[in-house]
């Protein structure tokens, strides 16, 4: 389905989506997650005309850059946002480390779950550097957006070549991968942001 076909769906917060991450990718990498708001423009131009030479009055929303999240577990952070009604939706910017579907198998085992599945948070701090240090790893930059009608998506760029690896003497490129599936916990996370 094209943006053409169904304007009010996935296609205006996918283009959302792609919008925070070129804004994002624009200032490189290793970056603290960011979190957006995504504001009516029309809205944001009646309240500050002084800013119509710089936004877009076409675009139906302008993402909005927020005060950096606090430091520790994202889920936490996000579970004590609430936006008010003049908020329709969020994006939030997050690097990853991304690693080959079979490399699961070579990451240590979990000792410290119990009955209910829940990993302790040492448990999930050997995982994240054992995934950081795995030869196959790839950095990654995923950028999930929501609106409060419910539509939603993410855009991931796979940074391209091994950090510090230039043995080849080229520059890699990166790769943009654009699916609503790529992070169903994330997008979960901020749609409850927005809950009344």
């Known amino acids: 389905m094209t943006e053409s076909e169904n304007p009010a769906g996935p296609g205006r917060v996918a283009a959302l989506a792609r919008e925070v991450e070129e804004f994002v990718a624009s200032g490189g990498w290793d970056q603290q997650p960011q979190l957006f708001a995504l504001v009516p423009t029309a809205d944001i131009l009646r309240e500050q005309p002084e800013l119509a030479d710089q936004l877009d009055p076409d675009s139906e929303f302008t993402p909005v850059a927020q005060d950096a999240l606090p430091e520790g ?19 939030l910017a997050q690097e990853i480390i991304v690693l080959p579907p079979d490399a ?15 990993v302790s948070a040492e448990d999930l701090e050997r995982l994240r550097q054992a995934a950081a240090d795995h030869p196959r790893r790839t950095e990654a930059r995923i950028v999930a957006a929501v609106l409060r009608e419910g539509s939603a998506s993410c855009v991931m760029r796979l940074r391209g070549g091994v950090p510090g690896d230039d043995t080849d003497g080229t520059d890699a490129v990166d790769e943009v991968v654009e699916s609503a599936d790529l992070a169903p916990n994330l997008i979960a996370a901020l749609r409850a942001t927005l809950q009344p």
């Open 104 to 118: 699961e198998s070579e990451l240590p085992g979990l000792v410290g779950t119990d009955t209910e599945g829940d």
């Open 73 to 91: 577990d994202l889920a936490e952070a996000l579970g004590r946002i609430a936006w008010p009604d003049a908020v329709h939706g969020c994006a």
